[in-house]
């Protein structure tokens, strides 16, 4: 049991180049999320997902797009990268109880530098 | 309009003492409020949560309190230790289907031996 894994841990990108980060796990959880870290910022959403061929935004999506294909799988592309895109990126993936509020698993983070 | 407010930005504690971090939030209708920790170089995992129905909840050295009143939870580690020096995150949900998370800015702690 793998829980959740990102591909690539590192990635040095030049500015307007596009990459995908992938987010996978094993637990059928149906909701997953990106999120992204800065210092000082704490964790911001950036995309979510509350199933299979679902998306929706968070709080900072400009510049991202995603893809939920299948269930145990999210994608997170960056079409043109810019440099305020340099950041820590974190998958997560959870089930959601009834009334809310369950644990979040998160994946190890991809660093992301933009150049 | 940031809804977590978290603080101190860092903390210090000589190995032994107790860690406090504070945390103050602004939608009332909040009603789940994890704390996360995170080690350098790894993810956030889940510590402790709370929900507003009670107003402490401990799980060996972490107990967090809660002030459904002032807005306000707070997380302390007892006896703390050089290895629980990390980042700790509070973070907040909302009832609602999907469980969202608000997170403050986190707070970096270290322990020295």
């Known amino acids: 049991n793998a829980g959740v894994t990102q591909t690539p841990k590192f990635r040095v990108l030049k500015t307007g180049q596009s990459m995908t980060l992938l987010c996978a796990q094993d637990m059928n959880h149906e909701y997953m999320y990106w999120y992204r870290q800065d210092p000082g910022m704490g964790l911001r959403l950036i995309h979510y997902?509350?199933?299979?061929?679902?998306?929706a935004k968070g709080e900072v999506p400009d510049g991202y797009n995603v893809s939920r294909l299948k269930k145990q799988n999210f994608l997170l592309g960056l079409e043109s990268a810019a440099p305020s895109q340099t950041s820590v990126y974190f998958c997560?993936?959870?089930?959601?109880?009834?009334?809310?509020?369950?644990?979040?698993?998160f994946g190890p983070g991809t660093r992301l530098t933009v150049t | 309009q940031q809804q977590v407010k978290q603080s101190p930005q860092s903390l210090i504690v000589q190995k032994g003492g107790i860690s406090i971090i504070n945390c103050a939030y602004e939608n009332t209708a909040f009603d789940y409020f994890p704390w996360y920790q995170q080690f350098p170089g790894k993810g956030p995992a889940l510590l402790i949560a709370?929900?507003?129905?009670?107003s402490e909840k401990k799980e060996g050295r972490f107990t967090i309190s809660f002030n459904k009143s002032a807005k306000q939870f707070s997380l302390h580690i007892m006896d703390s230790q050089p290895g629980d020096s990390a980042t700790y995150f509070c973070a907040a949900s909302l009832p609602s289907g999907y469980s969202t998370l608000t997170f403050g800015k986190g707070t970096m702690l270290l322990v020295s031996p």
């Open positions: 709370i929900r507003p129905d009670v």
């Open positions: 997902s509350v199933g299979e061929g679902t998306t």
């Open positions: 997560a993936s959870n089930n959601v109880i009834a009334g809310g509020g369950d644990e979040q698993y």
